[in-house]
C-alpha cells in the first residue's frame, strides 16, 4: 500500500527551531509538498521539493532526500501564528496526491 | 481576486438525504480535486478532474458523485449511500502546468448528518 509516516504531536517554544519529519512509501514518486492548516481552514501550501537537497523560504525549508524516501520541513524563529497542522504530501503523478495524517504544532511562549 | 469558493461553510443533513456541496474557481485551471478530512486525518481523494466533461474515482468515491460540466464549477453529491458522511470537505484545484504540484484550496464545507 501507499503511506506517509509523520509525527502526530510536536511541541515547541517561541524563536525556536522545529523539525518536522516525513517518510513515504508510494507507488510513484514525482515530488514532496507541504502544507500547512490552521484549525477549521483551508490546508495553503508551502513548499515542494522534486529533487533531493534542501528548499529555503524565508522562515520555512524543506528536504527531501529520494534514496531514503524521507523529507522534513523545518521551521526557523517560530512565532505563535506557526501553531497549526503540517501535512506533508507525494505527488505521484496522474493527478493523485498522497497526503500524511499531518503533525500538529504546538507553539509555546 | 482569483481563488476557490465553496458553500455553504456548514451544512446539516437529515438521514437518507442527497445533499450537493458547491465548489467554484476562477483560477482557470484544468485540474479539480474533492477531499474528505475526518478530525486528526489527513486529506483522503473522494474524485479529481483533469478537464472539463471528465472526472475520475479516488480512493474513496463510494457514496459521493460528481459533474464537470464547466471548467469554473465541480460540484460534489453526497448521497444516501454513504454511510458516514460526516466530515469536512474540501475542494482544490490545481495547474498541472506548473513544476511544482501546489494544490489551491477552498475554505471548506463542514457536513453534519443529524
Known amino acids: 500500500g501507499q503511506s506517509l509516516e509523520q509525527p502526530s504531536e510536536v511541541t515547541a517554544v517561541e524563536g525556536a527551531i522545529v523539525q518536522i519529519n516525513c517518510t513515504y512509501q508510494t507507488s510513484g514518486f514525482y515530488g514532496l509538498s507541504w502544507y500547512q492548516q490552521h484549525d477549521g481552514g483551508a490546508p495553503t501550501f508551502l513548499s515542494y521539493n522534486a529533487l533531493d537537497g534542501l528548499e529555503e523560504t524565508g522562515r520555512f525549508s524543506s528536504f527531501l532526500s529520494r534514496s531514503d524516501s524521507y523529507g522534513y520541513l523545518l521551521l526557523q524563529e517560530l512565532q505563535m501564528k506557526d501553531s497549526a497542522s503540517y501535512f506533508c504530501a507525494v505527488d505521484t503523478g496522474g493527478f493523485k496526491t498522497i497526503f500524511g495524517a499531518g503533525t500538529r504544532l504546538f507553539v509555546k511562549a | 481576486d482569483g481563488g476557490i469558493t465553496q458553500s455553504p461553510k456548514y451544512l446539516f443533513r437529515k438521514e437518507g438525504q442527497n445533499v450537493t456541496l458547491s465548489c467554484e474557481q476562477n483560477l482557470n485551471h484544468d485540474a479539480m480535486y474533492w477531499y474528505r478530512q475526518d478530525p486528526g486525518q489527513g486529506l483522503r481523494l473522494i474524485y479529481y478532474?483533469?478537464?472539463?466533461?471528465?472526472?475520475q474515482k479516488g480512493d474513496i468515491a463510494e457514496g459521493y458523485s460528481v459533474s464537470r460540466e464547466k471548467k469554473e464549477s465541480f460540484p460534489l453529491t453526497v448521497t444516501s449511500a454513504q454511510k458516514n458522511p460526516t466530515a469536512f470537505y474540501l475542494c482544490?484545484?490545481?495547474?498541472?502546468?506548473?513544476?511544482?504540484?501546489?494544490?489551491?484550496f477552498g475554505p471548506g464545507t463542514r457536513l453534519t448528518v443529524l
Open positions: 478532474s483533469q478537464i472539463v466533461n471528465d472526472f
Open positions: 482544490a484545484s490545481s495547474n498541472r502546468q506548473e513544476p511544482t504540484d501546489t494544490q489551491y
